[in-house]
């Protein structure tokens, strides 16, 4: 069963815009939500994470949003450049305990300069 | 400082041939992880050690995979017989601390294996 739900699987977007990728978790024990960034040949990076106590946290052009509520959260790149090309994971884990990371099924970004 | 170093970077065998792939995580880091990683999917944790011990296993196949850490620092992940959809990137990682805490986790940059 996947535990975290990740969309859309590809994006296309012009140097400039905005590139926005959405999770779904449905375990409400899950209480760190990092984001990861993969290049080809590459293990995942951390990118930005965010804690539940939190709707938003950005840095640079990296934003997540995050609704408690609905159990999703999101990452947005704002002013998009061909080096953030890459394939970017969602993760979620419970700090206590194990720590965990359930990643998403990833989604491929590519910018078209 | 120094990243988690993995080798080989790539293997080709075929199947029920044995494979090790070897780890040495980022100084000083008490936990490591092995995660499997199928083309098109996100990373599945495989073992976590602290230090020397198993934390968790839970999705390790332990009829084919095995794992040690001994002296709580290089670790090595055994696949004995492989099968054809062992075939994946397998990533390993540490973070300073595993257990309470959202430690960063870093990666290596994997094995990836084919199993023809």
């Known amino acids: 069963q996947q535990q975290v739900k990740q969309s859309p699987q590809s994006l296309i977007v012009q140097k400039g815009g905005i590139s926005i990728i959405n999770c779904a978790y449905e375990?409400?024990?899950?209480?760190?939500f990092p984001w990861y960034q993969q290049f080809p040949g590459k293990g995942p990076a951390l990118l930005i994470a965010?804690?539940?106590?939190?709707s938003e946290k950005k840095e640079g052009r990296f934003t997540i949003s995050f609704n408690k509520s609905a159990k999703q959260f999101s990452l947005h790149i704002m002013d998009s450049q061909p080096g953030d090309s890459a394939t970017y994971f969602c993760?979620?884990?419970?700090?206590?305990?194990?720590?965990?990371?359930?990643f998403g099924t990833g989604t491929r970004l590519t910018v078209i300069p | 400082e120094a990243g988690v170093a993995q080798s080989p970077r790539y293997k080709i065998i075929e199947k029920r041939q044995s494979v090790a792939f070897w780890c040495n995580p980022i100084?000083?880091?008490?936990?490591l992880y092995w995660y499997q990683q199928i083309l098109g999917q996100g990373p599945k944790l495989l073992i976590q050690?602290?230090?020397?011990?198993?934390?968790?296993d839970s999705q390790l196949p332990k009829d084919r995979f095995s794992a040690e850490r001994l002296k709580g620092v290089d670790s090595t992940l055994k696949i004995q017989p492989a099968k054809l959809e062992d075939s994946a990137v397998y990533l390993c990682?540490?973070?300073?601390?595993?257990?309470?805490?959202?430690?960063?986790?870093?990666f290596g940059p994997g094995t990836r294996l084919t199993v023809l």
């Open positions: 100084s000083g880091h008490a936990t």
């Open positions: 993760a979620a884990s419970v700090r206590t305990g194990a720590n965990n990371l359930f």
């Open positions: 990682a540490s973070s300073l601390a595993g257990t309470g805490g959202a430690n960063e986790q870093f």
């Open positions: 050690f602290q230090n020397n011990g198993v934390v968790d």
């Open positions: 965010i804690r539940p106590d939190v």
């Open positions: 375990n409400t024990a899950f209480d760190y």
